[in-house]
């Protein structure tokens, strides 16, 4: 099975309430998992991090041959494909656990996509809902 995972990372301030966006699909555009999750306060950096780590561990739950896996987020795209180092001491440990999870799969390809694309957005609309519904109360 080869899925498609996207996946998002915000806060609300910098540090500041954070959440998580997962949308995990197969080939055909299925919807195997929507995940939203409170991340209490955290950076938007590490938030971006803790959404690939969830989608990861989602996607090994299914046992695909390949991940793709979408993100808005240029620098942890950059650095999970070598592009870039990780300069950020608080970054390397979730570096560290997505290089992990990834090599669990074996074959996870990483792209940066704008906000806008549609599923992307939706994504980041899960990380709205779930600060929204977190903060409300």
Same mark, same amino acid.
């Given at each position: 099975?080869?899925?498609?995972?996207?996946?998002? *990372? *915000?806060?609300? *301030?910098?540090?500041?309430?954070?959440?998580?966006?997962?949308?995990?699909?197969?080939?055909? *555009?299925?919807?195997?998992?929507?995940?939203?999750?409170?991340?209490?306060?955290?950076?938007?950096?590490?938030?971006?991090?803790?959404?690939?780590?969830?989608?990861?561990?989602?996607?090994?739950?299914?046992?695909?041959?390949?991940?793709?896996?979408?993100?808005?987020?240029?620098?942890?795209?950059?650095?999970?494909?070598?592009?870039?180092?990780?300069?950020?001491?608080?970054?390397?440990?979730?570096?560290?656990?997505?290089?992990?999870?990834?090599?669990?799969?074996?074959?996870?390809?990483?792209?940066?996509?704008?906000?806008?694309?549609?599923?992307?957005?939706?994504?980041?609309?899960?990380?709205?809902?779930?600060?929204?519904?977190?903060?409300?109360?």
């Amino acid at each position: 099975m080869k899925l498609v995972v996207n996946c998002d *990372g *915000g806060s609300r *301030g910098n540090p500041g309430h954070a959440a998580a966006g997962v949308v995990l699909r197969d080939e055909m *555009g299925n919807v195997l998992a929507r995940i939203g999750k409170y991340l209490g306060i955290t950076t938007n950096n590490v938030a971006e991090y803790q959404s690939l780590i969830i989608a990861l561990e989602e996607a090994l739950k299914h046992k695909p041959e390949s991940v793709r896996v979408i993100m808005d987020s240029e620098l942890v795209v950059r650095q999970m494909n070598g592009e870039y180092k990780v300069k950020a001491a608080h970054l390397e440990p979730l570096f560290e656990k997505a290089k992990e999870l990834a090599e669990k799969i074996g074959n996870v390809s990483f792209e940066n996509v704008r906000r806008s694309d549609s599923y992307q957005s939706e994504a980041d609309r899960m990380v709205n809902e779930t600060l929204d519904r977190h903060l409300s109360g």
